[in-house]
Structures are given as structure tokens and as C-alpha cells.
Nanobody
Framework: QVQLVESGGGLVQAGGSLRLSCAAS????????MGWYRQVPGKQRELVAT???????TYADSVKGRFFISRDNAKNTVSLQMNSLKPEDTAVYYC????????????????WGQGTQVTVSS
């Protein structure tokens, strides 16, 4: 099995910064894409940013130029640096990883973290 553990959420004033981190552990052979998603009550979970194993990143339009995703392949970690935060960034943020596991052959499975709350006050 694979576990994703997030950290770094919290309360911040508008214009401030936060850094989220996520560490993957377990029976991992390799990880393809890693990313961050967010969800507010009553709405669907939405993509914030993703990064490939080669380091290519994609961002939601709403966070471009403010959020920056990075990963450490050796440590199986992914981070999200969030700058110039706005109240509309308030959400539960989830880490995601596409993982090949021991015993799974070439199958790639999707794993999620438990979520971390980010609250931006105006």
C-alpha cells in the first residue's frame, strides 16, 4: 500500500504565503505524476497544479504566477509554494500521486492524501 501524508496548511492573511508538502511512502516502485488538488464544500475537487517525473508543471489558470509546484523524486515528495494568497484560495488541499507499486506490475494507481486545510482571511 501507499500512503501520502500532507503538511503545511493553516490560516494566513490575504497576500501571505504558505508552503504545502506531501510525502509518499509504502511499496513504491515509481511515481509518475504528482499534484495538488483542492475542494471547497459543495463543489467538485479541482486541479491546482501537477508535475511530471521529469519536472514539467501545469497550473490552473487561477493560480498561475502565484503558486509553484516542485518535487523531489529521490524522496518521493511534492511541494506547493503558495504566494499572494487570496480568500478564494481557501479550501482543503489534497496531494495526489500516480504510483506503480510492488506486486502491481505495470499498473499505475491513483493515491490521495487525507487533505490539509488552507484558510485565507481577508
Amino acid at each position: 500500500q501507499v500512503q501520502l501524508v500532507e503538511s503545511g496548511g493553516g490560516l494566513v492573511q490575504a497576500g501571505g504565503s504558505l508552503r504545502l508538502s506531501c510525502a509518499a511512502s509504502g511499496s513504491i516502485i515509481s511515481i509518475n505524476g504528482m499534484g495538488w488538488y483542492r475542494q471547497v464544500p459543495g463543489k467538485q475537487r479541482e486541479l491546482v497544479a501537477t508535475v511530471t517525473s521529469g519536472g514539467s508543471a501545469t497550473y490552473a489558470d487561477s493560480v498561475k504566477g502565484r503558486f509553484f509546484i516542485s518535487r523531489d523524486n529521490a524522496k518521493n515528495t511534492v511541494s506547493l509554494q503558495m504566494n499572494s494568497l487570496k480568500p478564494e484560495d481557501t479550501a482543503v488541499y489534497y496531494c495526489n500521486a500516480e504510483v506503480r507499486t510492488v506486486g502491481g506490475g505495470w499498473k499505475v494507481s491513483n493515491y490521495w492524501g487525507q487533505g490539509t486545510q488552507v484558510t485565507v482571511s481577508s
